[in-house]
């Protein structure tokens, strides 16, 4: 258990849906990032928040977004689910703004499949 | 777009060998670190290393760091069957970036 947690572990959906995944950090990190894995974008990274706030966007579709909770939990809302966003999504967590001095540490994932 | 190229691709060796694995990049970084992945599932954090160093170790894992070449490697020493896994290096630019851009990974394979 890397401390990161992440809910649900697998998802199923029909296109056009919306679904949220949800991220509970290491104790003590203040960053959330989220990434996405598919088979042929490899891993991207999507977006960062620390202690509340958005601090870095990669390249995350207008129909994604996502929140950092004041208790620190984050959560993705994917919204009009296409094929093709089916993926591995995970989140990892920093002490800090980055992951500089002790890395970062990855939740197991959630896969979404959409159908 | 993905910052580092991993070579090779894929790899496969007899338990008790080494596996080498290299990991190019292109643009001023912080650090660079390697993940491992075993199959479908969490990224474990193996090793960091900074801009400023040349070479590290943790256990049987060697990682080296050649700025001027923009590349980076790891030895997996005494490989075991449970090192079968993918292993993907990811760059932090710092500062210019909060957070990783990975490589396409190295799928090894380790046979009894």
């Known amino acids: 258990d890397s401390g990161v947690t992440q809910t649900p572990k697998h998802l199923i959906t029909a296109t056009g849906q919306r679904v949220t995944l949800r991220c509970s950090p290491r104790?003590?990190?203040?960053?959330v990032y989220w990434y996405q894995q598919s088979l042929d974008q490899g891993l991207q990274f999507l977006i960062q928040?620390?202690?509340?706030?958005?601090?870095a966007k990669g390249n995350i579709l207008e129909r994604f977004s996502a929140q950092q909770f004041p208790d620190l939990h984050s959560e993705l809302n994917l919204s009009s689910l296409e094929l093709g966003d089916s993926a591995l999504y995970f989140c990892?967590?920093?002490?800090?703004?980055?992951?500089?001095?002790?890395?970062?540490?990855f939740g197991s994932g959630t896969r979404l499949t959409v159908v | 777009s993905q910052q580092g190229e991993e070579d090779p691709q894929a790899l496969s060796i007899q338990e008790g060998e080494n596996a080498t694995m290299n990991c190019s990049y292109k643009t001023s970084i912080n650090n660079l670190q390697w993940y491992r992945q075993n199959s479908g599932r969490g990224l474990v954090h193996l090793i960091l290393?900074?801009?400023?160093?040349r070479e590290k170790h943790s256990g049987r894992l060697r990682v080296t760091l050649d700025t001027s070449k923009k590349s980076s490697s790891l030895l997996i020493t005494a490989s075991r069957a449970a090192d079968t896994a993918s292993y993907f290096c990811a760059t932090d630019e710092g500062a210019a970036g909060n957070k990783l851009t990975f490589g396409g990974g190295t799928r090894v394979l380790v046979k009894p």
């Open positions: 104790s003590g990190d203040l960053s």
């Open positions: 290393i900074r801009s400023n160093e």
């Open positions: 928040y620390y202690n509340g706030e958005e601090r």
């Open positions: 990892a967590s920093s002490v800090g703004l980055s992951g500089d001095n002790y890395g970062y540490t």
